[in-house]
């Protein structure tokens, strides 16, 4: 993120410091550089030995970056609403919740994130591909709505 900082969020000279685009993400991305930088240094010099196992266990965590490239991914073809649902049953499986109880929470999750996201907060996420084989009034209800 770091050395992308200056691509994602620009800076402009003529305006006000801190009502720059760039100015908080670059507080937050310099920040978690220098601490994480920090805090490695620190578990390094103090303990190399559970530093190994620290690091295993971060790089495990990259798995749900995965998770979420492929949701990324899905939203296009499948759409927003099945896909969020499934997503987060399956992440919900993932994480070892195996009760139908747990899993429609995990599915009523789902669709409240979507109804947020996309009625609330209007947020504009293109059509799925697979809306195309919808009929025209569904489709456009679907398209606008979830």
């Given at each position: 993120?770091?050395s992308q900082l200056g ?79 499934v997503f987060t049953v ?57």
């Amino acid at each position: 993120m770091l050395s992308q900082l200056g691509e994602q969020a620009k800076f402009n000279p003529k305006g006000k410091f801190f009502a720059q685009p760039a100015v908080w993400p670059g507080i937050g991305v310099f920040g978690m550089t220098f601490f994480g930088g920090l805090h490695l240094f620190t578990r390094y010099k103090h303990r190399v030995a559970g530093t190994l196992g620290e690091f295993f266990t971060w790089v495990r965590a990259l798995e749900f970056v995965g998770w979420f490239m492929v949701y990324v991914f899905a939203v296009p073809l499948i759409g927003y609403l099945p896909c969020t649902i499934v997503f987060t049953v399956t992440l919900a499986l993932r994480m070892g919740y195996r009760s139908g109880k747990m899993l429609c929470w995990a599915a009523i999750a789902g669709l409240a994130i979507v109804v947020v996201f996309k009625t609330l907060l209007q947020v504009k996420i293109p059509g799925a591909a697979s809306y195309e084989y919808l009929p025209d009034a569904l489709r456009n209800f679907m398209i606008v709505y979830f």
